[in-house]
């Protein structure tokens, strides 16, 4: 049975830090690439960050240096270490597991990330 369980979410001032984790099990981790995304209230659910299979990263542009996406194979789990947050980046973070060879595409639930003085 496949399975994303993020966990790290929280309330947090503007300017501080928090740090997702996706804990994956069910499928070969190895061979997925590893996304996050998140939603905000009636806002379109945007992608954030990307680690592929080779460990090559993407950003979308507003967390690129305030946000790192990194994976531990060993472990099956991917991070998401988010620092300077602000107001703009309050949502549901959600992990995304996917193989576009083998067309395989599996979600968590999500957490809740909210930046708030």
């Known amino acids: 049975q496949v399975q994303l369980v993020e966990s790290g979410g929280g309330l947090v001032q503007p300017g501080g830090s928090l740090r997702l984790s996706c804990a994956a099990s069910?499928?070969?981790?190895?061979?997925?690439?590893m996304k996050w995304y998140r939603q905000a209230p009636e806002k379109q659910r945007e992608l954030v960050a990307t680690?592929?299979?080779?460990?090559?990263?993407y950003y979308t542009e507003s967390v690129k240096g305030r946000f790192t996406i990194s994976r531990d194979n060993d472990r099956n789990t991917v991070f998401l270490q988010m620092n300077r947050l602000t107001l703009e980046d309050t949502a549901v973070y959600l992990c995304?597991?996917?193989?576009?060879?083998?067309?395989?595409?599996?979600w968590g639930q999500g957490t809740q990330v909210t930046v708030s003085s």
């Open positions: 069910g499928f070969t981790f190895r061979w997925y690439d």
């Open positions: 680690v592929t299979s080779a460990g090559a990263t």
């Open positions: 995304n597991a996917r193989r576009v060879v083998t067309s395989s595409d599996f």
